[in-house]
């Protein structure tokens, strides 16, 4: 095995970060500082405990890189806590981000403006792999400005959210009855053009879909309880503003099988789910698209009091975050996973799994049954979960999630047995960058943190060889990566050539050929990618044939083993 260890003050390594980092002759100074910085705090650091960066890999957790960031910088890091690409932009974060299928990274930026509420974008950038910018676009007027999360497209246009200021009059010509501005939330499809252009293909807003009970004279008149498929414009949620920012639409997904976009209001405390297959005509009415809804709500989920629907028992969420469809490759596949901040207000947050009561999407609604059957099928609440803000729940294909709890940069992964195999500390100040391993975090608030698989589209062709920790000053801690059992190894009186796969991908048998001398036994040991051992095989002279009908699709690792000496390790995809 390879243990990669970390060495700040190792000359090699020091011109390996240089080469990763990509430095030009303009960081010389800060670099002589920042050894400066170092050599004179070495004495102190190496008595203190770790405090940020990588506290636990465990064989259990699910090997792959992790996307995340909270300023200006944008970091992809391994499963050891190792950097293995970063993106530099100018603006600090507007929150989401994500890789494309090239490898390319599309981030929101925060910019200035007027609309000045938590989550602020206003800025969407792509950087290629290299860290180059290829395209800047910007939604940041007085009448709107972008925010939060955004949702990539199998087209490979993006959907975000976008606040959009309405005057005091236009609220109440909707039949608000409180003073002052309001903002409402658009949802836009932009379609990434040339010379920092983009198209908006498709456009949803809230404020075509609203209903009200106090005066009978408006359009939008009716009652509450009758139409769950609008939204009631006086509404009041906690930590709402009576003026200005209403919704506080915080997350969007997309679901690809149902062309439907699901989103969450933190201030309503509700998810939403509405029809992508609308024009953009249709989207503003009540009729159109496969479901012939427009841009009506679909499915609501989390608090039925907005709609005159329950009390404050029937509150299933409260201030959540990152809501999504679970997707295909995950035993909950179809299913919604969100991080429910406010679980108990000021103490704990879950992570609540809950079907879906439709899976083909129709979503019928009567006031006898609501939607149908929408339950909690799992939670996860540990003591110690907890953040107001922000935050998110990713579920991995092994049926580990992992957990990023905003307010105090903690990431980690539990198994399907709730036990932690993954333990991060994010190590970069939002106002300021990486932090002294040693030193006490500080501002390392983060959105959310995404998990790619290895063998994720974008990382082909692609260098993923580690540098150093984000954190300062690392201290070494012995990771190893499961990875690192892929470097071919082979008992020295024989040679890797006496075992091979005859075919590879394989689907329900796997053929390994023994052309070896066969005077030693010889076994193949099967292990799924994560490193966890699945079976053992002895392997006779010739040609061998394991049958796997069993195993899920998917990449696994094969050993070759001889007087208890690996000769061979390989991986091989089953479909």
């Known amino acids: 095995m390879i243990i990669r260890e970390a060495d700040f003050f190792s000359a090699s390594l020091i011109s390996k970060t240089f080469d990763f980092y990509n430095f030009q002759i303009r960081m010389i100074k800060q670099v002589s500082f920042l ?19 990588l506290f636990l890999n465990s064989p259990e957790s699910y090997n792959g890189y992790t996307l995340l960031g909270n300023n200006e910088t944008t970091y992809l890091i ?33 910019t200035p403006g007027s609309f000045d509420a938590g989550g602020r974008g206003g800025v969407f950038e792509l950087y290629n792999w290299n860290g180059q910018l290829k395209w800047s676009f910007q939604i940041a007027s007085e009448e709107r400005h972008a925010h939060h999360d955004i949702a990539l497209l199998p087209n490979g246009n993006f959907l975000c959210t976008v606040w959009v200021r309405h005057s005091e009059e236009e609220a109440q010509l909707k039949g608000r009855i409180y003073s002052g ?13 040339n010379n920092n252009e983009a198209r908006i293909i498709w456009e949803w807003s809230v404020w075509d879909h609203l209903v009200q009970d106090v005066d009978s004279t408006l359009p939008n008149y009716g009652e509450i309880h009758k139409h769950p498929e609008l939204l009631n414009i006086n509404y009041i949620g906690e930590g709402q503003d009576l003026e200005g920012n209403w919704l506080h639409i915080n997350a969007i997904n997309y679901n690809k099988a149902l062309d439907q976009i699901v989103f969450s209001s933190r201030f309503l405390s509700e998810i939403y789910v509405i029809d992508h297959s609308t024009t953009t005509l249709e989207a503003s009415g009540h009729s159109g698209g496969f479901h012939n809804r427009g841009g009506d709500i679909l499915y609501r989920y989390g608090n039925p009091q907005v709609f005159n629907q329950g009390t404050g028992k029937d509150q299933e969420l409260n201030g959540q975050h990152n809501i999504q469809w679970i997707p ?50 799992y939670t996860y609440c540990d003591v110690q979960l907890y953040s107001d803000i922000l935050s998110g729940a990713q579920p991995l294909p092994n049926g580990n999630i992992l957990i990023t709890e905003g307010r105090s940069g903690h990431i980690y992964e539990v198994s399907m047995e709730d036990e932690i195999v993954w333990d991060y500390i994010f190590p970069v100040n939002r106002n300021g960058g990486p932090a002294i391993q040693g030193g006490e975090p500080r501002f390392n608030t983060i959105f959310k943190a995404h998990r790619y698989d290895p063998d994720f589209v974008g990382f082909q062709d692609k260098d993923l060889t580690p540098g150093i920790p984000v954190e300062l000053s690392p201290f070494d801690n012995d990771c190893i990566l499961v ?27 796997l053929i390994i050929a023994n052309e070896s001398n066969g005077l030693t036994p010889v076994s193949a040991r099967l292990y799924n990618f994560q490193g966890k051992f699945i079976s053992t095989h002895p392997l006779a002279p010739g040609i061998n044939s394991v049958h796997i009908p069993e195993l899920i699709p998917g990449v696994y690792i094969l ?17």
Request: glycine residues 8%; proline residues 3%; charged residues 20%.
């Open 181 to 193: 501005e309001v903002w409402s939330e658009s949802i836009l499809e932009l379609e990434i053009g």
């Open 328 to 377: 295909t490759d995950n035993s909950h596949k179809g299913e919604f996973i969100v991080f429910n901040n406010e679980y108990i207000p000021g103490q704990k947050s879950r992570i609540q799994i809950f079907n879906s009561p439709d899976s083909s999407g129709f979503y019928q609604y009567n006031d006898t049954n609501g939607y149908g059957s929408d339950t909690l099928i």
């Open 483 to 509: 990875d690192s059992l892929l470097t071919k190894v082979h008992d020295p009186e024989e040679t890797t050539h006496q075992f091979r796969l005859v075919s590879n991908p394989v689907s329900s048998e």
């Open 78 to 110: 391994d499963n050891c806590g190792s950097i293995v690409n970063l993106w530099k932009s100018q603006y600090k974060t507007g929150h989401g981000m994500y890789l494309m299928d090239n490898g390319d990274l599309l981030r929101a930026g925060q």
């Open 35 to 53: 050894f400066f910085h170092l050599f004179a705090s070495f004495s102190f650091l190496i008595c203190q405990e770790r405090t940020v960066g």
């Open 559 to 575: 050993t070759i083993l001889s007087k208890r000496e690996t000769r061979l390790v390989t991986r091989f995809v089953k479909f």
